[in-house]
Every structure is written in structure tokens, then in C-alpha cells.
């Protein structure tokens, strides 16, 4: 059996601990996990190697680099939108130069292994920004080309990562007399707010759903920081892990774009407030919108237009809202607060 080996970084995020949860029971893939943190148990057992430092520091990149020949990278680490405000210049550092650092590293080692390396790069619905509510309710679904001018500082970073992305496998180092050796297989998936049940997140500016939903699971009140009309984009993290094991797994051929939106489903606060409470009837929460971040989630589509996702590589969520909502995300919080664990 051919071992397919794998760099995750970001290890320890949301996505991370979800892809290694699914990763590490397919008996051909051997997982190398980065980390700014030490990664804890249970997670660190199912990986092949961890690892714990900083994508800034090249020397370390290095020396994992020395030490395997990676199939594919999925470079996950990076500082969410709201954290991203607060440290606007750190933020540019860990979300522009660190990814400026993997793709340097993949196109290494696909010189080095004389093959194409793949580049899994998770982008966000946070590289649109809508200038007005009218505008964005007359926009609708919004396709991966239209109102491309973000907001934040997170927007601005992973929509200029798209690009240098897009740079690295078509064009790097273009006016050498001999085309480099090496090529990185970039591919990006904006992904809308996520909602897991088994994590919260933390630092970014869809996080209102999930903490609607994790607080209401602990019988704690929340006072939700956005207006109860808002409207934007989320998916269930089953679905998010989905979407990026079966864009690495498409056919190069079939691919026409870099990067693709992916939707699932795209309830007001309001609507997930009522699903939430129907499971959970005694918890309280009220709207206070922080009209700060209130004016980012309003600049964020309501909707995205995937077609290209489903006509390229057969994307098709698995989990609509009420899907979410009652086999995977109420059951997973009311399982997960029974028998607390780390997050
Ligand atoms: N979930 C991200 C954030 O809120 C957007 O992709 O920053």
C-alpha cells in the first residue's frame, strides 16, 4: 500500500482536529501536525509526528522538510477575523508570511521529490465585502469573482494568499531561462462561518452561531453581538472536512478555478436563536449587537453562489439546516456537556 504523508498545520484549530480525527483512520495516510501549541491527547496519538512551533520560523520548516517528502499540505494555521482587528500586524505576519513560508516549502519539495505537491488552503467567505445592506440582499448568492474588496485585515490577508496561491502554480519565477522544476497544486475553498459541536471557536467574527449553540448546551445566557436579521453563510464541520478531502482527492483536469466557494445553508441569527432554543427551551438569549463587528458580518455575502464547486468536483453539502441542527450539532453538544472534556 502506497502512504500518502500529509502536513497539517493549524493542528490544533477547529478544522485541524476534525481533519485528523478523519484522516487518521484511513490506514494509507501518515500525518506530520504543526502547532503553535503543543498538541494534547487524544489527538497527538493519531499522528505520525507533531510537532510544536511556529510557521514563521523557517528553520523549523526546514527541518521537517529535511525529514519528509510530503503528498500534501494543508496549511490550516491563522489568526480569524476579529483577532485579526486587534493585532492587525501580526495577523499579516502568521496569515500572509506563514503561508508564504508552506508554499515556499512545497515548491522545495516538489523539486526536490520531481513531482507536483498539493496545497490545500482553506479560504473565507471574508475575502467579499459588500458595501451597503441593500447591496448585499439585491446580490444574493454571490459568485467567486464579484465584490472582492474585504474589509479586514483577515479578508484582505486570505484573498491575497489566493492570489500568491494562484502565483505559485502558474507563474512562479516566470523570467528564469528554464522553467522552474517544481509546481504547487494549489487549491482553495472559501468556506462560510463554521459551526462544530465538538469545538467553539475562538477570534472570529461568525462566531456568534456556534456560541449560540454551545452556550444554550451549557444552560449558560448569551447575548449574541449581531442583530437577529443577520444573514450569512455557515456549514456544518462535518461538511467543511468533506469539502476539502474531496477537493484534494478531484481530478486536476476537472478543476477550472483556483478556488471555490462552498455552501450549505445561511440562517438569520434569528433562526438559529429558534432552532436552538426549540432543543434547549430554558436557556436565555438576547440580541446586543457590537455594531463594530456587526458592520464586518454585514459586509460578508449572504449567500454564495457554488456552482462551480458542483459542476467541477460534485460538491453537495451533506448536512442542510435542519440537518445540522438535529443529527450532528444538538445530539454533539448534548453528548459533549455531559461528559466534559478538553475542547
Ligand atoms: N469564520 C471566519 C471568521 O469569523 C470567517 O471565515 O473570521
Given at each position: 500500500m502506497?502512504?500518502?504523508?500529509?502536513l497539517?498545520?493549524g493542528?490544533n484549530?477547529?478544522?485541524?482536529?476534525?481533519?485528523i480525527?478523519?484522516?487518521?483512520?484511513?490506514?494509507d495516510?501518515?500525518?506530520?501536525?504543526?502547532?503553535?501549541?503543543?498538541?494534547?491527547?487524544?489527538l497527538?496519538?493519531?499522528c505520525?509526528r507533531?510537532a510544536t512551533g511556529d510557521?514563521?520560523?523557517?528553520?523549523l520548516?526546514e527541518s521537517l522538510?529535511?525529514?519528509?517528502?510530503?503528498?500534501?499540505?494543508?496549511?490550516?494555521a491563522?489568526?480569524?477575523?476579529?483577532?485579526?482587528e486587534?493585532?492587525?500586524?501580526?495577523?499579516?505576519?502568521v496569515?500572509?508570511?506563514?503561508?508564504?513560508n508552506?508554499l515556499e516549502?512545497?515548491?522545495?519539495q516538489?523539486r526536490?521529490?520531481g513531482?507536483?505537491?498539493?496545497?490545500?488552503?482553506?479560504?473565507s467567505?471574508?475575502?467579499?465585502?459588500?458595501?451597503?445592506?441593500e447591496?448585499k440582499?439585491?446580490a444574493?448568492?454571490?459568485?467567486e469573482?464579484?465584490h472582492?474588496?474585504?474589509?479586514t485585515m483577515?479578508?484582505?490577508?486570505?484573498?491575497?494568499?489566493?492570489e500568491?496561491?494562484?502565483?505559485?502554480?502558474?507563474?512562479?519565477?516566470?523570467l528564469?531561462?528554464?522553467?522552474?522544476?517544481g509546481r504547487?497544486?494549489?487549491?482553495?475553498l472559501?468556506?462560510p462561518?463554521?459551526?462544530?459541536?465538538a469545538?467553539?471557536?475562538?477570534?472570529?467574527?461568525?462566531d456568534?452561531?456556534?456560541e449560540i449553540?454551545h452556550?444554550?448546551?451549557?444552560?449558560e445566557?448569551?447575548?449574541c453581538?449581531?442583530r437577529?436579521?443577520?444573514?450569512?453563510?455557515f456549514?456544518?464541520?462535518?461538511?467543511?472536512i468533506?469539502a476539502?478531502?474531496?477537493?484534494e482527492?478531484a481530478?486536476?483536469?476537472?478543476l477550472?478555478?483556483q478556488?471555490?466557494?462552498i455552501?450549505?445553508?445561511?440562517?438569520?441569527?434569528g433562526?438559529?436563536v429558534?432552532?436552538?432554543?426549540?432543543?434547549?427551551?430554558?436557556?436565555?438569549?438576547?440580541?446586543?449587537?457590537?455594531l463594530?463587528?456587526?458592520?464586518?458580518?454585514?459586509?460578508?455575502?449572504?449567500?454564495?453562489d457554488?456552482r462551480?464547486?458542483?459542476?467541477?468536483?460534485?460538491?453537495k453539502?451533506?448536512?442542510?439546516?435542519?440537518?445540522?441542527f438535529?443529527?450532528?450539532l444538538?445530539?454533539?453538544v448534548?453528548?459533549?456537556?455531559?461528559q466534559p472534556?478538553?475542547?
Amino acid at each position: 500500500m502506497q502512504i500518502k504523508t500529509i502536513l497539517l498545520t493549524g493542528a490544533n484549530g477547529e478544522i485541524g482536529r476534525g481533519l485528523i480525527t478523519h484522516l487518521s483512520d484511513l490506514a494509507d495516510v501518515r500525518i506530520i501536525a504543526l502547532d503553535l501549541h503543543a498538541i494534547e491527547e487524544p489527538l497527538r496519538s493519531r499522528c505520525y509526528r507533531t510537532a510544536t512551533g511556529d510557521i514563521l520560523d523557517a528553520g523549523l520548516l526546514e527541518s521537517l522538510s529535511a525529514a519528509y517528502d510530503f503528498d500534501s499540505i494543508y496549511h490550516l494555521a491563522a489568526l480569524l477575523s476579529t483577532k485579526s482587528e486587534r493585532q492587525p500586524t501580526l495577523a499579516h505576519r502568521v496569515n500572509v508570511d506563514g503561508t508564504l513560508n508552506l508554499l515556499e516549502m512545497a515548491m522545495g519539495q516538489s523539486r526536490l521529490q520531481g513531482r507536483e505537491i498539493k496545497f490545500l488552503y482553506p479560504s473565507s467567505i471574508a475575502v467579499y465585502g459588500l458595501p451597503s445592506l441593500e447591496i448585499k440582499a439585491a446580490a444574493g448568492a454571490v459568485p467567486e469573482d464579484s465584490h472582492l474588496k474585504p474589509r479586514t485585515m483577515y479578508g484582505i490577508n486570505k484573498l491575497y494568499c489566493e492570489e500568491l496561491g494562484r502565483y505559485y502554480s502558474s507563474y512562479y519565477r516566470q523570467l528564469d531561462a528554464q522553467p522552474p522544476k517544481g509546481r504547487v497544486d494549489f487549491r482553495g475553498l472559501r468556506f462560510p462561518g463554521l459551526i462544530s459541536a465538538a469545538t467553539v471557536p475562538t477570534g472570529g467574527t461568525s462566531d456568534f452561531a456556534p456560541e449560540i449553540l454551545h452556550h444554550a448546551a451549557q444552560k449558560e445566557p448569551y447575548a449574541c453581538f449581531v442583530r437577529e436579521d443577520t444573514r450569512i453563510p455557515f456549514m456544518a464541520m462535518p461538511d467543511a472536512i468533506k469539502a476539502l478531502l474531496e477537493l484534494e482527492a478531484a481530478p486536476r483536469e476537472n478543476l477550472t478555478r483556483q478556488v471555490y466557494n462552498i455552501g450549505a445553508f445561511n440562517p438569520s441569527a434569528g433562526e438559529v436563536v429558534s432552532i436552538v432554543h426549540a432543543a434547549f427551551p430554558a436557556v436565555e438569549t438576547s440580541f446586543s449587537p457590537d455594531l463594530r463587528r456587526q458592520s464586518i458580518v454585514d459586509s460578508w455575502p449572504q449567500d454564495v453562489d457554488d456552482r462551480a464547486a458542483r459542476s467541477d468536483w460534485g460538491w453537495k453539502a451533506s448536512y442542510d439546516l435542519n440537518r445540522a441542527f438535529s443529527e450532528y450539532l444538538i445530539p454533539g453538544v448534548v453528548r459533549r456537556y455531559r461528559q466534559p472534556r478538553a475542547s
